[in-house]
């Protein structure tokens, strides 16, 4: 498997994984949510990895760190909505932007 192949799959899971969240946590299924959120980081960390291999360094990566500092923070004071709206609202739509971002580079 390339690595931009592998690169989609994870983005798909990715987004797929965390829109799961969002509805576990809407659902009030908090255990099975932060399970989620928690396999989205590992795909995260995945698709830096791909980045790091392809020497690719102008990806945007610093407002998706913001909103993941607010989600830690969001979860410290254990605040299931705050998390929820900050990934529906805030970490989603900049994934997405990001993912477009990121086919570009990769092509």
């Given at each position: 498997?390339?690595?931009?192949?592998?690169l989609?799959?994870?983005?798909?899971?990715?987004h797929?994984?965390?829109?799961?969240?969002?509805?576990?946590?809407?659902?009030?299924e908090?255990?099975?949510?932060?399970?989620?959120?928690?396999?989205?980081?590992?795909?995260?960390?995945?698709?830096?990895?791909?980045?790091q291999?392809?020497?690719?360094?102008?990806?945007?990566?610093?407002?998706?760190?913001?909103?993941?500092?607010?989600?830690?923070?969001c979860?410290?004071?254990?605040?299931v909505?705050?998390?929820?709206?900050?990934?529906e609202?805030?970490?989603?739509p900049?994934?997405?932007?990001?993912?477009?971002?990121?086919?570009?580079?990769?092509?």
């Open positions: 498997m390339n690595a931009t192949q592998c989609e799959e994870t983005n798909c899971r990715l797929n994984t965390l829109q799961s969240c969002v509805s576990l946590f809407r659902e009030g908090d255990n099975r949510a932060l399970d989620a959120l928690l396999d989205s980081i590992e795909d995260l960390e995945r698709i830096l990895d791909i980045f291999c392809a020497e690719a360094t102008d990806f945007g990566l610093d407002n998706i760190l913001w909103g993941y500092r607010k989600l830690l923070k979860m410290q004071n254990q605040d909505t705050g998390m929820t709206d900050l990934l609202f805030t970490i989603i900049q994934l997405k932007a990001w993912e477009a971002r990121c086919n570009v580079i990769c092509r």
